[in-house]
C-alpha cells in the first residue's frame, strides 16, 4: 500500500468520478443521510440532530465532499429535513452539491402513484427543485417493472430528476429492470447501492458483474459494516453498538469468520500507520467502488473516510483481506 501522489496522475482519479454516465461528477466518498435526523425508539436512537447534521455537512464541504445521499424515510423524513436546513445555512450553491435519496418504504412502494407522491414530498423537505440521483430502495414485487421504470423516466424527463439508481436486489431483478428501460427506450440505471464490505461479498457472484455489464457506478451502503471494521472485537461501546437492531441482524449470524477478516484489517493498519477505517475503505477503491457511503458521527469518522481516497492497496494487501472470507446469508436483497 502507498499514498498516492500527483506524480502519478492518481490525484484526480481518487478524489472525484463520474456516476455511471451521467456527468455528473462526484467526490470518492458520499456522506450517509442515515446518521442525520431525530432519534428515535422505532428507527435510530444515534442519529445526529439539526445543528450537529449542519456541522458534520459543512466540514465534510470544506474537505471536498460533494456527494450526500439519504432517503425519505430515514429517521421518518427528518434526515431530508436536516440536510436541507443544513444546505440552506451554509448557503452551498445548489449546483456545487450532488443530493440522492431513495423510494419504497412507504405507501405504494414503487406504483406510479407513490413515486409521483413520494418525489415532491422529497424535493420539499431537501429544499429543492430537483435530485441529482432518485433510487429505488428495494425492489418491488407488487409493482409491474413496466411500471416503475416508465415513472422514473417521466421524473427525468420533467427535471424533477437527473438520473436514476437502485439498491440492493438480486442480480436478476436488476438485469430485467435494466431491459425493460432498454426496449421501451427509457432511462436506465447509472448506480447501485448495494450492500457490500469486507465482510459482505456475496454480491460478486452476479449483481455486481451485471453492473459491470451495464456500466452502473457502485456506491455502496455499510461499507465499514455498520463499525465493525473500525475497531478490533465485535462490539465498541458506542451508541450504535448497543442499540441498532438492524446492525446486528446483518452481521451477528457470521460473527465468527467476519472476527478473523477484522483481526486482518487491524494488522495491515498497523503495518502501514493508518486507521482500519481507511484500510477497509481503500479496499473499496481497489474493487472498483465509485464512492462508498460512510455514516459518520464524528467527524473523525469522515475525517478518516477522506483521508482513505488516498491510499492504495497492492494486489497482494487486497488477497490477505480477502482471503479468510466465507460465504454468507444474504442480507439485504429481499
Known amino acids: 500500500m502507498r499514498l498516492m501522489s500527483s506524480e502519478d496522475g492518481w490525484d484526480d482519479i481518487m478524489k472525484y468520478a463520474e456516476l455511471g454516465n451521467t456527468g455528473i461528477r ?7 443521510g442515515m446518521s442525520f435526523g431525530e432519534p428515535s425508539e422505532d428507527f435510530h436512537k444515534w442519529t445526529l440532530g439539526r445543528e450537529a447534521t449542519r456541522d458534520m455537512i459543512g466540514m465534510c464541504f470544506e474537505n471536498g465532499v460533494n456527494f450526500i445521499d439519504t432517503a425519505n424515510g430515514y429517521s421518518h423524513g427528518t434526515s431530508e429535513k436536516f440536510i436541507g436546513y443544513a444546505l440552506k ?9 450532488v443530493l440522492a435519496s431513495k423510494v ?8 406510479r402513484k407513490a413515486i409521483l407522491r413520494e418525489i415532491d414530498m422529497t424535493l420539499e423537505r431537501l429544499g429543492t427543485d430537483y435530485l441529482d ?8 414485487y407488487d409493482t409491474p417493472i413496466e411500471e416503475t421504470m416508465e415513472t ?6 420533467s427535471g424533477k430528476v437527473r438520473a436514476i439508481g437502485a439498491s440492493a436486489m438480486y442480480g436478476y431483478q436488476f438485469h430485467n429492470m435494466q431491459t425493460a428501460a432498454e426496449m421501451n427506450g427509457w432511462t436506465k440505471f447509472s448506480t447501485m447501492q448495494n450492500h457490500y464490505n469486507l465482510l459482505y461479498r456475496e454480491d460478486e457472484r452476479e449483481l455486481i458483474p451485471i453492473c459491470r455489464q451495464y456500466g452502473v457506478s457502485l456506491i455502496p451502503y455499510s461499507p465499514l459494516a455498520g463499525g465493525h471494521l473500525t475497531h478490533t472485537g465485535w462490539t465498541s461501546e458506542s451508541m450504535r453498538s448497543s ?3 438492524v446492525l446486528a441482524d446483518k452481521y451477528d449470524r457470521a460473527k465468527d469468520n467476519d472476527l478473523l477478516i477484522i483481526d486482518r484489517v487491524h494488522e495491515l493498519s498497523v503495518r502501514y500507520g493508518v486507521s482500519m477505517s481507511q484500510i477497509s475503505l481503500a479496499w473499496h477503491f481497489a474493487k472498483g467502488v ?3 457511503i460512510v455514516g459518520g458521527t464524528k467527524k473523525s469518522h469522515m475525517v478518516e473516510a477522506i483521508a482513505s481516497t488516498e491510499l492504495r492497496l497492492s494486489e497482494d494487501d487486497v488477497k490477505y483481506l480477502e482471503e479468510p472470507y466465507a460465504p454468507h ?6
Open 26 to 32: 462526484v467526490s470518492r466518498i458520499c456522506v450517509g
Open 89 to 97: 445555512e451554509l448557503e452551498i450553491p445548489r449546483e456545487d452539491i
Open 104 to 111: 419504497y418504504y412507504n405507501e405504494g412502494k414503487l406504483s
Open 133 to 140: 440521483l432518485y433510487q429505488i430502495h428495494r425492489f418491488d
Open 152 to 157: 422514473l423516466n417521466e421524473l427525468v424527463e
Open 243 to 245: 442499540t441498532d437492531k
Open 290 to 292: 465509485t464512492a462508498p
Open 329 to 334: 446469508e444474504i442480507v439485504g436483497a429481499l
